[in-house]
């Protein structure tokens, strides 16, 4: 197989972490033990993904937090915390702590837009204040100016036995240096490279100067490093769904495939009035997967990944496939594992 990139230098996973609404610790768990396994397997990087009001984690956050408390090397991030769900003061605090207790590994992805469902949640969420809340990229704004240590009130010092700082506490040195930009458009993947941050590309895209996948993801990476101080050295991470069949049961094989098989008519062509495509989720052994990643164009761009794991699988599949990606898929692709 020619090699047709850089050999891949990141190699990390995405999950959402399914749990039973009437048994809710056991997925939690679930998740806890998937990201020790993948710090076991030497995987670079393990990603968490908000499901608000769903059966998912709602709270990466905090789920890290404890995660971080269970892995001693391996990066943490979320991709993404969609902030029209967060006051930007508070997350800067949680994020900061979180950083902190895992000595410097949390890589926190962000998104801005609305909540999903906004007309049905909003009256819980900003029951004053939805009609007026800056839900644009002013909201990242305010984030990472909290997390790199602007003021964030004009009072500080002493009252009475406490004492108070202008700016988020704890501080967490580098972590501005960690965030990311979760973006799907020409628009944010500029604006990320302008702020920069790193840029976090997925296998979802607007069809805005095309309708191939590969080339619209590989002018959001080119464009963001245009307009990045870093150049072509700015960081970008690809999360493809990638699900590699090696050491799979019949019984799972069949699975995997019936479930790429009902996600690929969404891939034919432009979704919805926003036009999103999606990319095909990846099928077979590591080394039929890694040939039609070399033929990628954006994924020939790049040199970190965030593969995601497939949204509704058993905890013994996700234990195959991870075990597959660190041990087939990673090696095919020029990756070599943590220690």
């Not at 590989?218 to 090696?246: E, K, M, N, W, Y």
Request: net charge negative; aromatic share 8%.
């Amino acid at each position: 197989m020619p090699l047709t990139s850089e050999p891949l230098r990141k190699l990390g996973f995405l999950t959402i972490g399914l749990f039973d609404g009437a048994d809710p610790r056991r997925g939690h768990e679930s998740t806890l033990e998937i990201i020790e396994l993948g710090e076991k397997l030497g995987f670079d990087s393990a990603w968490m993904r908000h499901r608000h009001l769903q059966y998912g984690i709602a709270s990466p956050v905090a789920v890290l937090a404890a995660a971080s408390q269970r892995t001693s090397r391996i990066e943490l991030g979320t991709a993404v915390i969609p902030l029209g769900w967060e006051n930007p003061l508070r997350l800067a605090e949680d994020l900061a702590t979180v950083d902190i207790l895992s000595g410097g590994r949390l890589n926190p992805g962000v998104s801005v837009g609305p909540p999903m469902h906004y007309d049905q949640v909003k009256h819980a969420l900003y029951p004053d204040t939805a009609d007026i809340e800056d839900l644009g990229y002013g909201r990242v704004r305010r984030l990472l100016d909290f997390v790199r240590g602007e003021p964030a009130t004009d009072f500080s010092g002493v009252e009475g036995f406490e004492v108070f700082s202008d700016r988020v506490q704890p501080h967490a040195q580098g972590l501005d240096r960690r965030m990311w930009y979760g973006g799907a458009s020409l628009r944010s993947a500029q604006w990320a490279g302008e702020n920069g941050m790193n840029f976090l590309t997925s296998s979802v895209v607007k069809a805005e100067e095309s309708e191939d996948f590969a080339e619209i993801q590989l002018s959001h990476i080119r464009t963001f490093r245009a307009h990045h101080p870093d150049g072509d050295r700015a960081r970008v991470s690809q999360g493809l769904v990638v699900i590699p069949t090696d050491t799979a049961s019949p019984e799972q094989r069949a699975k995997y495939q019936e479930y790429a098989r009902q996600r690929t008519p969404r891939t034919a062509a432009p979704q919805g009035p926003a036009r999103m495509m999606f990319a095909p989720d990846l099928v077979g052994t590591s080394a039929e997967i890694a040939e039609r990643l070399y033929s990628h164009a954006a994924f020939r761009e790049i040199d970190e990944v965030a593969f995601a794991l497939p949204f509704t699988f058993d905890h013994d599949d996700y234990v195959q496939i991870l075990t597959d990606i660190a041990t087939g898929l990673g090696p095919a692709l020029g990756w070599r594992a943590a220690v």
